[in-house]
């Protein structure tokens, strides 16, 4: 039996889903990965379009910059920063990679921390570097839950520690990360603090100055509802001096007699090439998130959490691997008769989304089976109790179908 917490997110549910072209068409249980657009950013992205058809792209463009920087202002004032220290980027990876390079060049025996769900490209990119220049890339530990043990984290600070790098919540599994925490410890140390808010921007409350990080990033097309291909790196503004991009443009610097100025905010890090529909869209997606009210979408999206954990456990033999109260939108599970990637498949067939996510998302993360794929199911503040009930009743029945063993 489907249950239900009280509402009290003061959100109008069913004017937003009709405000969402892809409803009711889809079942959707994958806002982690990509959230429906909603109709003010199409009607964004279209609007631009019409313009570059109407002129060139250029012109559109010079039209449009007041309004690109009323975006960065909303995103300023989504995670209480300021206009300058935001940076747009083309999505996630974009702007950490952008950070790290620009970062002080890590030295033989250095060492950096990264948390145990971290996103298997932050780790990549890392490991990379580390190996290159004769680093140490480590582990922060994990308790048995999954969920960091801060104790331990405390206990591996050293002089020689140049970075942690925390991904809020992991694309693997839905606990939450302390940030806070962490950040009280990396400030403490002087240690520079990196935050992938990948999964966390659009479903918990952000405040940078809470946090205590020099570095947070966050892609446009996940829980904001925004367009592919856009995201936002937010640099505190006590490091910017200390940044130094690994490559330049007319955009982030200018040359000068006798040397090179760089931008004296985050626009630095930005590319000179970019799409201003695309960022004119994540300009309508993070207006409406702001509208919406952080508390009041976090209120509701842990309440769908709920919801859907409490349906998916009572189907036989799936195993759900986040424990205690919602910390997010994810919930994980698997099966030991299907595959991953199967069930998401059959369910696809349903036109019900979910995502099957493979070791590789998080390499470092040990909790339960090390090397086993899941199926991940995220929710947002659309998802109703149909579609929770449509999820459990169609996956009920493909696993009834599969093969024993």
Wanted: aromatic share 4%; glycine share 10%.
């Amino acid at each position: 039996m489907l249950t239900s917490l009280p509402q009290g997110h003061g959100l109008d549910v069913a004017a937003l889903r009709r405000a969402t072209p892809a409803l009711p068409g889809v079942v959707h249980f994958n806002s982690a990965g990509s959230g429906l657009l909603p109709d003010e950013v199409a009607t964004a992205l279209q609007d631009h379009l019409a313009r570059e058809l109407r002129s060139d792209s250029s012109a559109a463009a010079l039209d449009v910059a007041a309004d690109i920087e009323d975006a960065r202002e909303e995103a300023a004032r989504l995670i209480g920063a300021t206009p300058s220290e935001i940076a747009f980027t083309t999505g996630n990876a974009d702007g950490w990679n952008a950070a790290l390079a620009a970062l002080p060049a890590l030295r033989p025996g250095d060492r950096v921390l990264v948390s145990s769900g971290e996103w298997g490209g932050n780790v990549l990119t890392l490991a990379q570097e580390c190996a290159r220049v004769g680093a140490r890339l480590e582990r922060i530990p994990e308790l048995a839950d999954g969920r960091m043990d801060v104790s331990g984290l405390s206990q591996m600070i050293d002089a020689r520690l140049r970075l942690i790098a925390v991904t809020w919540i992991g694309a693997h599994l839905g606990h939450a990360a302390p940030v806070e925490t962490v950040g009280r410890l990396a400030r403490a140390h002087g240690i520079p603090y990196f935050v992938d808010a990948a999964q966390a921007a659009g479903v918990l409350p952000v405040d940078v100055a809470r946090i205590g990080c020099d570095v947070l990033t966050f892609p446009g097309r996940k829980s904001l509802r925004g367009p592919k291909g856009t995201g936002i790196l937010y640099v505190r503004e006590g490091i910017l001096d200390g940044l130094r991009p690994f490559a330049l443009n007319l955009h982030a610097a200018s040359a000068v007699t006798g040397g090179i100025v760089l931008r004296s905010d985050a626009g630095r890090l930005e590319a000179a090439e970019f799409s201003p529909g695309l960022r004119l869209g994540l300009g309508a997606a993070l207006a409406l998130a702001n509208r919406l009210g952080a508390e009041a979408i976090r209120e509701r999206v842990l309440e769908r959490s709920a919801a859907l954990r409490a349906a998916l456990s009572q189907i036989p033999g799936l195993v759900l691997r986040e424990e205690g109260p919602p910390e997010s939108h994810i919930t994980t599970f698997h099966h030991p008769a299907l595959c991953p990637t199967k069930i998401q498949h059959a369910l696809a067939q349903r036109d019900i989304l979910i995502k099957a996510m493979p070791a590789q998302v998080a390499p470092y993360a040990g909790f339960g089976t090390p090397g086993r794929a899941v199926c991940r199911a995220s929710v947002s503040y659309l998802t109703e109790d149909e579609e929770i009930a449509r999820l459990a009743e169609v996956l009920t029945g493909i696993l009834v179908e599969a093969p024993a063993g």
